[in-house]
């Protein structure tokens, strides 16, 4: 028999949470319906996110961004604020399943399922973006390069929600771009997915920030290539070494979707191709 | 001939149905007192089954029973062959070993059925196959076609010496005395991989036993309802009135859905018998990745010996064939290959040797195409390494090759699927290639846009293949066509339905015959109870077979119409017309009878009639034709392909199509648009991976990606007519035409686009990820 819990606000939500084997967060179900099907004992009970109204919504505040966990791909996809000051994060969210699976999967599910290949992590990490976290007795804010553990791993607890995800408003000078391949264009994992986030002046990079999916166990960045690009002046050539950089920093596997060496070549073909579009803005 | 009906691009009568969720198919098929099924199916490729407890399963509640091969007592046999043994060529091999309704002593494949549940409900009954525990000792398995035939290889079969499943060896001419003479000798290994035939809808039946009146009703997604009702009166030992086999609308069939007596086919209507209940079995994906045929895995040893103008002297192709764990469809997939592997050339000497290989993968029949594909893409390939080495344009070493018009009907020397000499009936093939180069400006391309395109750092390349299909096979398809008294038009064929539109084409045939409107009349199709002589829809047949059968029937009805409209309108028979339902006297168009009262006139109530007479306006007839129709087509295609992650995207695609007699434009090119994209995914996108104990690894529709809308290109459709002689109706087959060349095609165009790489490509299916596997070694030399 499948309990459904469905609370009416964050506080019940947080209340039926606080229990020794709390029950499992359904927003959109995308991913987990699919998981359910084949283990339906490890699903006996949902708490259904449909009433909350504070996991909702897109806002800008102060200085912030600031996205409620509910909000669906759909609307981060659509958000003008997001589009205005996000684009890497709008784009990643148009790259997403299919339009039906936009517009019931959520944000906070996309982080949460922690796939490699998930395609919001990137983005979000490249925008240096903070979960926020909430139990019944206590709030705490993790930076999301250090949210994820694994595949499927994160450090949300079992009695935690995921309330929002917020990151620094960011400058207008700055530039993001997402890149994605997958073996179809539409309805299809990634085999690699790469999001940049610089602030360039005069073709010279001020800082930057790459995030790569579905090369390592968890999404992640390359610090070494970052670090290596800042200060200087953006050309072909320079591109080309950071392409390379990039290849190395980074532990693809073999699976039956790509191979080591078609996933450590396209990654550096993604990044060669973010940073070039930063160059001809 | 001047037609009002055949020919014209007529809506399809039976998408009202389809598109507002009213057909039926066999899920929606309930029945009260019904019974679900569910089976366990073996985890291991190649496992021997030591025990198998079902006690548990059997206590669980809404369980009503389990069968295990031990339950099943005398009545457990192999299936039936489907195809009839082999030809009579000199020293073929053949050993036909048949799939089995539930395991006995060894798993042969994976997802081989143990043990079935019948439960109240599926979801108990998928619970209850839990609760079966089954000791396995698990066997090493054989994958690799070459290393099964090794000595010393695990064998599939333990009664066999190796894993020969079979050996068949063909001639033509001389082609050792060819290749002395050759200026050119190619030789290559060429592989073509495994694909699923991925249809919408999985396989299903529903089957309900009347036991006061002994009658069998069994809803099955078959392309051959008439051979199962067949096989299931010769293994349950009824008659063959109390069988009917109903295959209503199928969510595609596309080969694996023929006459295969698949296990459960054999199986849930036996169970029905036993329990007296009706019972319902709906496949679910993974089972159909696991339990559903496949096909094309076969590896080739090819040789061409050419002339330095680029004439082919001869062709030798040595192959091995992957048949799965079972060969119950015989050679015809072999078979097929050797009959499409000399292409739509007109090739003297020729020499083909296969070897047919059982491995514990799921079994191999023909799926949309049946050995064509990989015929196809070995002499296509094998015909652009050579123009390459002679220095010859792609377009000209095919068109010094092809059979000319005037050597038909053209004779192989080699046998077909039919085991009947390969005749090609007729064709005119220039023609047809050629509008496929206009319609795509091949020249144009060539000249102009390829090296401005290239200047701008684009990897643009074409691809122009030509291929020929055998269609339209025997043995025979019949017909009974009926003038009802509301004078409306009911027609019975044998056949089943997949998709083809046989509602509106059959139709159209008897429109033209009878005069009536398309939308009056009714078609049925697959029904047992309805019409129970014939064989089924595949091998490009329907149109063709059924068609022909349908024309035959409807145009002795129309003699009927004419002679007692002449008598009863006083009117000689060839002043009268059948138009908008009527026959009317040609001058004097108020002088009319309409065919409904015609109907009831035939069929009178009272008085005397003459001795010999038949009742009302209706006629059965057959058409056998006496070797298949070929068709012939040429694709043409334009793609993009990004060098570095090797994506692609198709620019243009081109079709050019002689299937004879074109019955309608509309459904003529809906089915070469699926198939076109059947063959896209066959080239690029589709590929099953067995690892080496034999799982299958992407098992799943989110694993095996089948291309999808964003993927397809348009496709543009041109026509061009040959009829045939073969048959009334001038007609050929169409229905897998659209899936052969394509891995070909994508081969050529992306050498072309990727030409400066020094790129051979030798194996299909494709992807991105193999694709820059291929090149990779040579990038690594050039550094």
């Known amino acids: 028999m499948t309990q459904i819990l469905v609370p009416k606000d964050l506080q019940e939500a947080l209340e039926l949470l606080a229990i020794d084997h709390p029950p499992r967060l359904l927003a959109g179900g995308t991913d987990l319906l699919v998981l359910r099907k084949d283990n339906p004992e490890k699903f006996a009970s949902f708490l259904v996110l449909e009433n909350v109204r504070e996991l909702c919504g897109i806002h800008k505040e102060n200085n912030r961004i600031r996205i409620g966990s509910r909000a669906t791909h759909s609307e981060i996809e659509h958000s003008s604020i997001l589009m205005k000051y996000a684009p890497v994060l709008a784009h990643a969210a148009a790259e997403i399943g299919s339009v039906q699976i936009r517009n019931r999967g959520t944000i906070g599910g996309n982080i949460v399922n922690a796939s490699p290949a998930g395609d919001l992590i990137p983005a979000l990490i490249a925008l240096d973006a903070v979960a926020e976290l909430h139990s019944l007795y206590r709030k705490r804010e993790i930076p999301l390069r250090e949210f994820f553990l694994g595949p499927g791993r994160t450090v949300c607890r079992l009695n935690e929600l995921l309330v929002a995800i917020h990151f620094e408003l960011p400058d207008a000078r700055e530039h993001g771009v997402f890149l994605k391949i997958g073996p179809r264009k539409a309805v299809a994992c990634s085999k690699v997915n790469v999001a940049v986030q610089a602030l360039m002046h005069h073709r010279t990079v001020e800082w930057i920030r790459i995030a790569l999916g579905a090369v390592a166990p968890t999404v992640i960045r390359a610090p070494r290539t970052e670090a290596w690009l800042q200060g200087k002046r953006l050309s072909p050539e320079l591109i080309a070494e950071a392409r390379a950089m990039v290849r190395e920093e980074i532990s693809p596997i073999t699976d039956i979707r790509s191979t080591v060496e078609y996933r450590r070549h396209v990654a550096g073909v993604l990044i060669e191709r973010a940073l070039e579009s930063s160059l001809s803005k | ?783």
């Open chain 2, 1 to 783: 001939m001047t037609t009002k009906f055949i020919g014209k691009r007529v809506k399809r009568n039976e998408d009202p149905r389809l598109l507002t969720g009213q057909a039926q198919f066999v899920d929606d098929v309930e029945i009260p007192g019904m019974l679900h099924a569910a089976f366990l199916r073996s985890d291991y490729a190649h496992a021997r089954l030591l025990s198998i407890d079902v006690s548990e399963a059997r206590k669980r509640a809404g369980v009503v029973a389990v069968f295990t091969a031990e339950d099943m007592g005398d009545d457990w046999q192999p299936g039936p062959p489907l195809v009839s043994p082999p030809p009579t060529v000199k020293d073929v091999i053949f050993h036909s070993r048949r799939q089995v309704p539930l395991v006995k002593d060894k798993v042969r494949h994976a997802g081989e059925a143990i043990a079935v549940v019948i439960a109240e409900s599926r979801y108990i009954a998928e619970d209850a196959v839990e609760d079966i525990l089954v000791e396995f000792e698990p066997l090493e398995a054989v994958i690799d076609l070459e290393k099964g035939l090794e000595a010393g290889s695990p064998l599939v079969h333990d009664d066999l010496e190796s894993n020969l499943a079979a050996h068949l060896f063909q001639k033509k001419g001389d082609y050792e005395a060819a290749r002395e003479k050759a200026d050119l000798v190619i030789a290559r290994r060429i592989v073509v991989d495994r694909g699923a035939a991925a249809a919408m809808e999985n396989r299903g039946i529903v089957t309900d036993w009347d036991k006061k009146s002994q009658h069998l009703t069994v809803w099955d997604t078959t392309q051959a309802p008439i051979p199962i009702r067949n096989g299931l009166v010769a293994r349950l030992g009824l008659s063959e009135h109390k069988v009917r086999v109903i295959a209503p609308f199928i969510g595609g069939g596309f080969g694996p859905k023929m006459m295969m007596f698949y296990p459960e086919e054999m199986l849930i209507p036996w169970v029905s018998m036993k329990l007296n209940r009706p019972i319902k079995w709906i496949e679910d994906r993974r089972e159909n990745f696991y339990a559903t045929t496949q096909e094309r895995g076969q590896i080739h040893d090819v040789e061409i010996a050419l002339s330095k103008d680029g004439h082919i002297l001869g062709l030798k192709d040595i192959f091995l064939h992957d048949t799965g764990a079972y060969d119950p469809y015989g050679l015809t997939t072999p078979l097929n290959t050797q009959c499409h592997v000399m292409g739509p050339y007109d090739i003297k000497n020729f020499t083909s040797e296969v070897s047919v290989v059982f491995t514990n993968k799921t079994l191999v029949t023909p799926v949309r195409g049946a050995g064509r594909p990989q015929g196809i893409y070995i002499i296509e390939r094998l015909l652009d390494i050579a123009a390459r080495e002679l220095g010859i344009d792609l377009i000209a070493i095919r068109k010094r090759n092809l059979i000319p018009p005037d050597a038909f009907p053209y004779e192989h020397e080699i046998i077909d699927q039919a085991f009947a000499p390969l005749v090609l009936d007729s064709g005119n093939y220039w023609p047809v290639m050629e509008k496929a180069l206009e319609m795509v400006g091949y020249d144009q391309f060539i000249e102009y846009e390829q090296p401005r395109l290239r200047a701008e750092g684009k990897y643009v390349g074409i691809g122009v293949i030509p291929f020929l299909e055998s269609t339209g096979v025997g043995p025979y398809e019949g017909a009974r066509v009926t003038v009802e008294a509301s004078g409306k038009i009911n027609v019975a064929t044998g056949i089943g339905t997949q998709g083809q539109g046989h509602f509106t084409s059959f139709a159209q045939i008897v429109a033209e015959q009878l005069g009536v409107a398309v939308c009056d009349v009714r078609i049925v199709t697959g029904d047992t109870a309805e019409f129970h002589w014939g064989t089924g829809t595949f091998a490009s047949r329907g149109a063709v077979v059924a068609g022909n059968a349908i024309h035959a029937s409807a145009s002795i009805v129309r003699q009927k119409v004419l002679k007692l409209a002449s008598k009863i309108l006083k009117t000689p028979e060839e002043e009268l017309e059948l138009e908008d339902g009527l026959v009317r006297v040609i001058d004097i168009p108020h002088k009319s009878i309409s065919l409904g009262e015609l109907a009831l006139l035939a069929n009178p109530l009272r008085g005397a009639v003459q001795p010999g007479t038949e009742p009302g306006l209706e006629a059965t007839a057959y058409f056998g034709p006496q070797y298949g129709a070929t068709a012939f087509g040429t694709h043409a295609m334009i793609l993009e392909i990004d060098p570095e992650t090797m994506m692609l995207e198709i620019k243009r695609y081109i079709t050019v199509e002689d299937c004879g007699t074109v019955l309608n434009p509309l459904i003529l090119e809906g089915q070469i648009h699926g198939g076109v994209s059947m063959g896209i995914g066959n080239a690029y996108y589709e590929k099953l991976h067995f690892d080496e104990n034999g799982q299958l690894l992407n098992a799943s529709f989110a694993d095996y990606l089948i291309p999808s809308a964003t993927e397809l290109p348009r496709i543009e459709v041109g026509h061009v007519e040959t009829q045939s002689p073969l048959n009334e109706l001038g007609a050929k087959g169409v229905g897998e035409a659209g899936t052969l060349p394509v891995p070909a095609l994508f081969a050529q165009a992306i050498e072309n686009a990727l030409n400066n790489r020094d790129l051979e490509i030798l194996e299909t299916p494709l992807s991105p990820n193999r694709l820059y596997e291929l090149l990779r070694p040579n990038e690594e030399k050039s550094r």
